[in-house]
């Protein structure tokens, strides 16, 4: 007997969304009875209704559920045990497939009784060196032309964000429909960071001592109006995850543990990791030593903030 429910999860939304989309070509249902249902906004008794319920104008159906919290919320509802038993007995011309980003409590029975009837796929995380030939196909297959130099920039500003990138291309792809050619200009005219990207990114070029990689990036935050107060904040923050992955590589924690330990997606991990082996432990303690200190003479009024900021990113 074919599968008839499944479950796939992985880090990134976009990449589950994609893989799911893959199996339900495979699986020829007519459009009209693929259904979505959301757990957020709707409720389990919907979904058990429509699951129960055999599909009126055609042989097969298939329905989409996102955010599925049983398999990692332990909350009490009287209808899980109907949804197991559901899983023991699935209506033969209903696919059901659950979707989350959400890691699975293997404690819960939900997920106990899932793991013995219920098709479980991971959707990995998209290679770091795979994302360069991916922009290139997304703009070629409409016939665009990006610049190399672009596409880095791209990818930097988007911290190799899968669901955050497609953003961007889309809204590129809108913005050069005319003359079908992006440059590197373009990309800095519309593609913005939010301060937690900008950080991370002034963070790596710190640790680096990427010394003009580290001044672009802080005047990008500057004609934000972003305070340094703010700005020493986070860096003080992202080097004490840095000392944290130090010490965790130590213990013989993998890119992935990591990953896990911090709630962060691999391919920031793979950054994480960088910076941790790239510097010594007693450099990166310096650094969150200094900027303690700085934080504390801007406080206490001896230095002006955005001088004081500016001498500690010259000085690395």
């Known amino acids: 007997m074919p599968d008839l429910i499944y479950l796939y999860t992985g880090n990134d939304m976009f990449l589950v969304d994609n893989a799911v989309e893959s199996l339900v070509k495979t699986l020829d249902v007519d459009p009209f009875n693929v259904l979505s249902y ?13 699951m129960n319920t055999i599909s009126f104008f055609a042989d097969k159906k298939i329905i989409k559920v996102k955010n599925p919290w049983f398999f990692h919320e332990d909350k009490q509802d009287d209808l899980l ?21 959400k890691g699975l409590d293997s404690s819960l029975n939900v997920v106990k009784e899932a793991k013995k009837y219920i098709r479980i ?12 030939p991916y922009v290139k196909t997304q703009f070629n297959a409409l016939k665009y032309q990006i610049e190399e130099v672009a596409i880095d920039e791209l990818l930097e500003r988007t911290n190799y964000d899968v669901s955050l990138l497609n953003n961007e291309i889309s809204k590129l792809k809108l913005f050069a429909f005319d003359e079908k050619r992006i440059t590197l200009k373009d990309i800095k005219q519309l593609v913005s ?16 001592k990427n ?7 802080y005047y990008d935050l ?3 109006n972003e305070d340094p107060i703010r700005i020493i904040s986070s860096i003080s923050i992202k080097l004490k995850e840095t000392i944290q992955s130090r ?10 543990m990591i990953a896990s330990y911090f709630g962060v997606k691999s391919n920031k991990a793979y950054y994480m990791v960088k910076n941790a082996q790239q510097i010594k432990k007693t450099d990166l303690e310096s650094l969150y030593e200094r900027l303690s200190n700085l934080d504390y ?20």
Request: proline letters at 2%; charged letters at 35%; zero cysteines.
């Open 38 to 50: 959301d757990l957020s906004e709707q409720s389990m008794d919907q979904l058990l209704q429509e």
């Open 81 to 101: 045990p109907d949804l197991i038993r559901y899983f023991h007995s699935p209506n033969e011309d209903t696919t059901v497939i659950f979707m989350t980003t």
């Open 121 to 132: 796929e991971t959707v990995k995380d998209m290679d770091k060196d795979a994302f360069k």
């Open 193 to 208: 960071r939010n301060l937690e990207e900008n950080i991370f990114e002034l963070t790596n070029a710190v640790i680096a």
């Open 211 to 217: 010394k003009k990689r580290i001044l672009e990036v």
């Open 222 to 224: 500057l004609e934000k």
């Open 247 to 256: 010490q965790l590589i130590d213990k013989g924690y993998t890119q992935d």
């Open 297 to 316: 003479d801007i406080k206490s009024g001896r230095i002006d903030k955005k001088l004081g900021l500016e001498l500690f990113l010259l000085e690395v």
